[in-house]
């Protein structure tokens, strides 16, 4: 709430944030969450990632006419699971059980098909903590401890 007027002629106008810079980082995912695609003929699962240099997002394209694209979608939604130790996402959820989950984040210049780079950073590929390749930790995976429900306790009359 607003304690007093606001007057944007005080303030330059900008939007976004600057683009995250080229790099492997330690990431944190901190906000999850399913939209609605352009054409609203789908939706995308946004996972958001914060690093010390900022923030970036991954959209994964999971509910699309496409199914080459729900193919890529799910190996790539599968990569994070593994390098986060998560692989159970709930059904009926946003991903939440996803979020506060540690991993390393390859972030790269995105390219145009042609080669050339056209401005934007993207997420390039998902690293384990230690940043091995996701299932190759030289084990088996490690599940990171999810909050288990407990079983509800039946009033007896």
Not at 75 to 95: D, H, M, N, R, W
Not at 131 to 144: A, D, I, R, T, Y
Not at 145 to 150: H, L, R, Y
């Amino acid at each position: 709430m607003f304690t007093q007027n606001f007057d944007a002629r005080q303030f330059d106008p900008v939007q976004g944030f600057d683009k995250h810079p080229a790099g492997i980082y330690d990431a944190m995912i901190s906000n999850t969450d399913v939209v609605p695609t352009k054409s609203g003929q789908g939706q995308l699962f946004v996972v958001e990632f914060t690093t010390p240099a900022g923030k970036i997002i991954n959209r994964y394209n999971l509910w699309n006419q496409e199914p080459k694209a729900v193919e890529i979608a799910l190996k790539e939604l599968s990569a994070l699971c593994y390098v986060t130790g998560i692989f159970i996402i709930p059904q009926g959820s946003k991903g939440e059980v996803l979020r506060n989950a540690r991993c390393k984040i390859d972030v790269q210049p995105q390219k145009n098909k042609d080669g050339t780079e056209n401005g934007y950073m993207e997420i390039k590929r998902v690293l384990d903590l230690h940043g091995n390749e996701p299932g190759k930790s030289g084990g088996s995976p490690q599940p990171q401890t999810q909050p288990q429900q407990q079983p509800q306790q039946v009033a007896q009359a």
